[in-house]
């Protein structure tokens, strides 16, 4: 069995920066891709940013571009989220997903991943 288990959420205000890290542990597998997504309550799951492995190419939402950054090791299945400049609307729950079907582009579709985590939450004070 897969787990990818998220780390590095909390509270903090307006303007400061947190560091989102996700590890997987359990079965081994390979993934194509791992991201990012956030749920606030009442809320869809949405896509934050993702990476894939075959290029490196990364894609983020619009509302996060230019104040997070994804990284991570493809041979570990670890992937971060450094998140700066962080806004309140930016408060939601965090979760880390894997992809192990093949892709060459940043899927952004909830649906397109396989493994999940069980979330940590990011509040953000104004």
């Known amino acids: 069995q897969v787990q990818l288990v998220e780390s590095g959420g909390g509270l903090v205000q307006a303007g400061g920066s947190l560091r989102l890290s996700c590890a997987a542990s359990?079965?081994?597998?390979?993934?194509?891709?791992m991201a990012w997504f956030r749920q606030a309550p009442g809320k869809e799951r949405d896509f934050v940013a993702g990476?894939?492995?075959?290029?490196?190419?990364?894609n983020y939402a619009g509302s996060v571009w230019g104040r997070f950054t994804i990284s991570g090791n493809n041979a570990k299945n670890t992937v971060y989220l450094q998140m700066n400049s962080l806004k309140p609307e930016d408060t939601a729950v965090y979760y880390c997903?894997?992809?192990?079907?093949?892709?060459?582009?940043?899927?952004?579709?909830?649906?397109?991943?396989?493994?999940w985590g069980q979330g940590t939450q990011v509040t953000v004070s104004s």
């Open positions: 997903a894997a992809r192990v079907r093949d892709t060459i582009v940043v899927q952004t579709a909830h649906w397109q991943y396989d493994f």
């Open positions: 359990g079965r081994t597998f390979s993934s194509s891709a």
């Open positions: 990476i894939e492995w075959s290029g490196g190419s990364t």
